[in-house]
């Protein structure tokens, strides 16, 4: 494999980052009026462990980045292949991204709607927002988790590559002796 120059503009740039294989995700919350919304998003991942942060980007003229704004709250649905009708709801620009009762677990009293789908769910609250751009990221602190009850029964998680939906294939993870974690301190 070798690489070609592209221009480094919109085009070159999304090509690119196309290249970059993600996890869909709909990030969720309540309306003003109670309604449960969601957003697909991609553009999510981990901060820290201490506190809890995670964040995800959102373009700024998106009616979800209002919701969130306003609200100061959202949950993180990290979903698998059975959810990709949910994904593709809440991924649809300008509609009405109302998820359905169906969709919606039951239990905990968490600040963000928990979708059943999920492979695991994280309730946030937001901690910080950046402007960066066209777009907005917004960090979160982790109030709440919900993980799915059978993992081994859980489907493989729903990727997006290349502007479209992907799956794992192969067998079993390779096995990996874990290395004992560092901290700070020990560099310090």
């Known amino acids: ?14 090509a690119a980052l196309g290249s970059f294989a993600a996890g869909v995700n709909v990030i969720s919350l309540w309306d003003a009026d109670g309604t449960p919304q969601g957003m697909t998003a991609t553009a999510f ?7 809890l942060l995670v964040l995800f980007c959102v373009n700024r003229a998106n009616r979800s980045y209002q919701r969130v704004a306003r609200t100061g709250r959202f949950g993180v649905n990290i979903l698998g292949t059975t959810a990709r009708e949910v994904s593709d709801h809440c991924a649809r620009p300008g509609s009405d991204k109302t ?6 677990a039951e239990g905990p009293e968490w600040h963000s709607p928990a979708l059943t789908q999920a492979l695991a769910f994280l309730d946030c609250e937001t901690e910080q927002d950046v402007s960066a751009g066209t ?44 290395q004992p974690a560092h901290t700070a301190k020990e560099y310090a």
């Open 1 to 14: 494999m070798s690489l070609q120059p592209a221009a480094a503009d919109t085009a070159g740039f999304r």
């Open 45 to 51: 991942t981990s901060v820290s462990t201490d506190p």
């Open 99 to 104: 998820l359905a009762a169906e969709w919606l």
């Open 135 to 178: 777009h907005a990221v917004l960090i979160g602190r982790v109030r709440g988790i919900g993980l799915a009850r059978d993992e081994q029964a859980a489907p493989a998680p729903l990727i997006h590559f290349k502007g479209a939906y992907r799956e794992l294939t192969g067998g079993a993870p390779t096995s990996r002796t874990r």
